[in-house]
C-alpha cells in the first residue's frame, strides 16, 4: 500500500485543538468585564448617597433644576369649549313681490341699520299708491257734498220747512262717508308702505355675508323665484342658526359681531359661584381662547345662565358676551373658554413640574442644606399656569426640585443647574408640540447626565476591544 502523501492528510486536523483555548479566552474576557462593570458602578464604603459613579471614581451630584416655594394670588378657572354665536343674526327678505331692480351693498362688508341693501321695481306700487290717493280724494269731495247739505236741512229744519227724518237719513250718510274716507286713508297708506319696502334696507348693523339673489330675478316675500336655498351655502347656513325657514331664500344675511356672544356648558357641580355672582349683579371675567389652546383672542364678561339643567348632560348653559373690536371671532366659530371662577389670595405655589405622585399622594423633593434632598408629602390644590397650590406641607422660601426628580432618592446629592429660558408670564405652551419650562430643564439634567457617562462607557467599550 502506497504512503499517504501530504496532499491526502486532512487539513482540518489542527484548527480543531486551537477552538477550546478560544472559547476558554473569550469566557475569560467576558467574565473579567461584567466584574469590573459591576465593581465601577458600586459606591464607595463611604461615598455619599446620590454621587454618580463610573468604573474610575465619582462623577459629582445629580443635576437638577430647582425653584423656591412662594406666596402669590392664584386664579381658578373654569374650561369648556364654546360656540361663537352672533348677537344678532338677520336674514334679510323681500317684503314685497316684483322684480330685484339692483343690489347696493359688497358681499362681507360692514353694513349699517337703515343702510339701502337693493331696490325692487317700484313702478307697479308707485301707481297703487296714486290710486289709493285718488280713491281717498273722492270720498272727500262726496263727504264735503254731504256735510254742505246736513248744514242746509238743518236750516230748514229749523224753519220747520223740512221734516226730522231727511235730516236724520242725511246725518247718516255724513257719517259713513267719513267712515269710507277714513278707509281710503288707510288704503293709501297701505299703498305707501308697500312702495316704501321696495326698498330693501339693513334691519340691523353688522357684516353682510354672500350674495343669494341676483339682479334680475323676481323676488317674493318667500325668496326668489326659481332660485333653491339648497344651492347657497350662507342660506343654509342662516337656516341652521335661526336665521330663515322654510327653505327660503334671503337676499342676504346680517350677522352683528360687536359685540359678539360664546355659548358654552359647564357641568352643575361647578356653576355654584357663578350663579350667586350673576345673582348678586357681578359678571364673571372670561377668555376665548384659540382651537389649539395656545393663543389668547379676546376677553369678556359673563352675560347669563339658562334657567335649567341639562338631563341629557348634566350641564348648564352659559353665555358671555365679547366686544369683538379686532373680529377674532366669527359666528360658529369653535373656542376654548376659560371663567374666572373666583382668585385665592396669599396661595402658596410651587412649579408643577416639582409635584410627583407616589403611592402615598403627591410628594416633592426638598432641598436641604448641604445640597441633599428630602422627600415630603404635600397636600395640592388649584393648578393654574404651570404652578400648583400647596395647601400643607410645604413653607414659603423652601426649595423643591423641579426636574430630574426621576434620578433622586431620600438623602441623595443634588447640584442645581440653570433651567432653560420660560416662556413669558401669564403665556400658555400650546399643546402637541411646543415643550414647556419643566421638560426643558429635564432634558438639560438629562443631556448632562449622557455627557457624564460618556468616559465611562468609552472606556468600558475600549476594554472589551
Known amino acids: 500500500m502506497p504512503a499517504p502523501t501530504p496532499e491526502s492528510t486532512p487539513r482540518s486536523h489542527k484548527p480543531a485543538r486551537r477552538w477550546p483555548w478560544l472559547l476558554a479566552l473569550v469566557v475569560l474576557i467576558a467574565l473579567g468585564a461584567g466584574i469590573w462593570w459591576h465593581t465601577g458602578r458600586q459606591a464607595p464604603p463611604g461615598g455619599a448617597p446620590g454621587m454618580r459613579r463610573g468604573p474610575f471614581g465619582a462623577q459629582g451630584a445629580t443635576a437638577v433644576t430647582a425653584a423656591s416655594a412662594r406666596v402669590q394670588t392664584v386664579p381658578v378657572w373654569l374650561t369648556a369649549l ?125 357684516i353682510a355675508g354672500l350674495r343669494q339673489v341676483d339682479p334680475g330675478n323676481m323676488v317674493t316675500t318667500s325668496g326668489a323665484v326659481g332660485v333653491s336655498s339648497s344651492s347657497s351655502g350662507s342660506s343654509s347656513s342662516a337656516s341652521t342658526t335661526g336665521g330663515s325657514g322654510g327653505g327660503a331664500t334671503p337676499i342676504v344675511t346680517i350677522a352683528q359681531v360687536q359685540p359678539i356672544e360664546i355659548s358654552f356648558a359647564l357641568p352643575q357641580a361647578e356653576v355654584g359661584e357663578l350663579l350667586r355672582q350673576l345673582a348678586a349683579g357681578r359678571h364673571a371675567q372670561v377668555q376665548a381662547w384659540d382651537a389649539s389652546d395656545s393663543r389668547l383672542l379676546t376677553q369678556g364678561e359673563l352675560l347669563a345662565a339658562d334657567n335649567q339643567i341639562s338631563t341629557a348632560t348634566g350641564t348648564l348653559a352659559f353665555r358671555a358676551r365679547f366686544a369683538n373690536k379686532r373680529l377674532h371671532l366669527l359666528p360658529n366659530q369653535f373656542v376654548n373658554v376659560r371663567v374666572l371662577e373666583r382668585s385665592i389670595a396669599d396661595a402658596l405655589v410651587v412649579p408643577s413640574t416639582a409635584v410627583a405622585v407616589g403611592a402615598d399622594g403627591p410628594y416633592v423633593y426638598v432641598i436641604g442644606a448641604g445640597g441633599s434632598v428630602a422627600v415630603r408629602q404635600v397636600r395640592t390644590g388649584a393648578v393654574w399656569d404651570g404652578l400648583t397650590q400647596v395647601l400643607s406641607g410645604l413653607k414659603p422660601g423652601e426649595r423643591v426640585v423641579t426636574a430630574g426628580l426621576d434620578h433622586l432618592r431620600n438623602g441623595a446629592k443634588v447640584r442645581v443647574v440653570q433651567a432653560a429660558s420660560a416662556p413669558a408670564a401669564g403665556a400658555s405652551a400650546p399643546r402637541g408640540g411646543a415643550s414647556t419650562p419643566g421638560a426643558q430643564a429635564r432634558r438639560a439634567a438629562a443631556r448632562q447626565a449622557r455627557g457624564a457617562s460618556a468616559p465611562a462607557l468609552g472606556n468600558a467599550a475600549a476594554a472589551r476591544r
Open 82 to 206: 364654546g360656540t361663537v354665536t352672533p348677537h344678532t343674526l338677520a336674514s334679510v327678505m323681500p317684503r314685497v313681490a316684483g322684480l330685484l331692480q339692483s343690489v347696493e351693498f359688497h358681499q362681507g362688508q360692514q353694513v349699517r341699520a337703515g343702510q339701502l341693501l337693493a331696490t325692487i321695481d317700484p313702478r307697479p306700487f308707485r301707481i297703487a299708491v296714486e290710486q289709493a290717493q285718488a280713491t281717498r280724494e273722492q270720498t272727500a269731495a262726496q263727504l264735503a257734498g254731504a256735510r254742505s247739505d246736513l248744514q242746509r236741512y238743518e236750516t230748514l229744519l229749523a224753519q220747520d220747512a223740512i221734516s226730522a227724518q231727511q235730516v236724520a237719513d242725511q246725518r247718516a250718510t255724513v257719517a259713513q262717508l267719513k267712515a269710507q274716507l277714513d278707509a281710503n286713508g288707510a288704503a293709501l297708506d297701505n299703498a305707501r308702505l308697500q312702495l316704501s319696502w321696495t326698498r330693501i334696507t339693513a334691519p340691523v348693523s353688522g
